[in-house]
T-cell receptor, first 114, second 107 residues
Framework: KAGVTQTPRYLIKTRGQQVTLSCSPI?????VSWYQQTPGQGLQFLFE???????NKGNFPGRFSGRQFSNSRSEMNVSTLELGDSALYLC?????????????FGEGSRLTVL | EDQVTQSPEALRLQEGESSSLNCSYT??????LFWYRQDPGKGPEFLFT???AGEEKEKERLKATLTKKESFLHITAPKPEDSATYLC????????FGAGTRLTVKP
């Protein structure tokens, strides 16, 4: 059974640019949630999508957005990048929703903003 | 505001030396407490979900317990392959993660 796939694995951007990250969940999982992980702040919840609808949103500015497609694949976008956006962005899929805690994480997309 | 605090930050054990990791929390309306294991360069791996005080879950050398204010992850006779960062998370109004405990088990 294929796991959660995130692309790209590594990317470097400059301040002011925008970035789109992609996540393909485990087959049959309708929930995709996104997290930001940094050494200083740890793992922080960004948002969750379930069957193409945003179900929950964390405390991040509007520059962070996402969407989910009918095949459950999800993308997140960060516009007007800031240095502080440098982080590991993790996507997790779940069959019944992130509330159950039974999340299957991808290996992440490591973003460096210069 | 919901908070999750894990202790210790780092723990070094000899193989076979049992110990416990702590996760204390304050949350308005606990809807679940979760434990994950994270290896370097990888995403977290789900271990347990606990919902109510007194609940316990076990998996191989790991046992998670829950009280009204904290959870413990007990590691019995650890092996070097148990070395990882262990994360605790709580679901209240949203999902909050602790900073993790970095466990090293030496042979």
């Amino acid at each position: 059974k294929a796991g959660v796939t995130q692309t790209p694995r590594y990317l470097i951007k400059t301040r002011g640019q925008q970035v789109t990250l992609s996540c393909s969940p485990i087959s049959g999982h309708r929930s995709v949630s996104w997290y930001q992980q940094t050494p200083g702040q740890g793992l922080q919840f960004l948002f969750e999508y379930f069957s193409e609808t945003q179900r929950n949103k964390g405390n991040f500015p509007g520059r962070f957005s996402g969407r989910q497609f009918s095949n459950s694949r999800s993308e997140m976008n960060v516009s007007t990048l800031e240095l502080g956006d440098s982080a590991l962005y993790l996507c997790a899929s779940s069959k019944q929703g992130a509330d159950t805690g039974e999340l299957f994480f991808g290996e992440g997309s490591r973003l460096t903003v210069l | 505001e919901d908070q999750v605090t894990q202790s210790p930050e780092a723990l070094r054990l000899q193989e076979g030396e049992s110990s416990s990791l702590n996760c204390s929390y304050t949350v308005s309306g606990l809807r679940g407490l979760f434990w994950y294991r994270q290896d370097p360069g990888k995403g977290p791996e789900f271990l347990f979900t606990l919902y109510s005080a007194g609940e316990e879950k076990e998996k191989e050398r790991l046992k998670a317990t829950l009280t009204k204010k904290e959870s413990f992850l007990h590691i019995t006779a650890p092996k070097p392959e148990d070395s990882a960062t262990y994360l605790c998370a709580v679901r209240g109004n949203d999902m909050r993660f602790g900073a993790g405990t970095r466990l090293t088990v030496k042979p």
